[in-house]
């Protein structure tokens, strides 16, 4: 199983680098966004954001909230110095340990899903700070084979393979209802709406 401490300075290693090596798809990133439910108003919680590559879109769509976490120090502090605390909140640490003090609208895990040990448990710990009616989206800009080879050199000691997506759907089902569920030579997204009620925590 893939250790988190290699995780994080793994990409400790990568932070400073980061920016510079980031290719963007606008295209795919509107339509990830989209099916995210960004949109004016709502709060975001953008899971291991690494160096803040959302925030801007996140402003431009004019979300009421936008805090963001990382659990590697030198992506987080990267983050944290492109906007203002009272436009983004970044937070250095595990999302799965966190104690949040409110529910997200919008939960964002952007091109970062495989680096998680365990993905059951990711899911369930986004589960209980998404809102009932609020969404999870797991996305990635490329695809499920150009993803797992990109992961095949370096990043190969920390990351699984991208799970099927009907797999990732199931993880979902028993907090979320499923509406998105695409995976194609663009790009992946599996995103559900929080349920209330029975098989919720919230």
């Known amino acids: 199983m893939i250790d988190k401490n290699d995780v994080k300075h793994f990409f400790d290693r990568c932070a400073p680098f980061w920016d510079a090596d980031m290719v963007r798809h606008e295209d795919r990133i509107t339509a990830i966004l989209d099916n995210a439910g960004v949109r004016p108003g709502v709060d975001v919680l953008d899971v291991a954001c690494g160096t803040g590559v959302l925030f801007p879109d996140y402003l431009a769509r004019q ?40 529910q997200f609208d919008v939960v964002m895990v952007y091109n970062a899903f495989p680096h998680f040990p365990d993905a059951a448990k990711l899911i369930e710990a986004l589960a209980a ?24 050199g370096s990043a190969h000691p920390v990351s699984n393979g991208l799970m099927h997506e009907d797999d990732l759907a199931a993880l979902f ?30």
């Open 63 to 102: 979300a009421a909230s936008i805090t963001a976490i990382d659990l590697s120090p030198e992506m987080a502090k990267i983050a944290a110095s492109k906007y203002p605390p009272e436009q983004v909140t970044v937070i250095c640490g595990d999302v799965e340990e966190t104690q949040f003090d409110r």
């Open 129 to 152: 700070v998404t809102k009932p009616g609020g969404r999870l989206s797991v996305a990635h800009s490329m695809s499920r084979a150009q993803l797992d080879h990109h992961h095949s």
């Open 173 to 202: 089902a028993p907090f979320f209802d499923v509406d998105v569920k695409i995976s194609n030579d663009q790009m992946y997204q599996v995103s559900g709406v929080r349920k209330a009620g029975e098989g919720s925590h919230a």
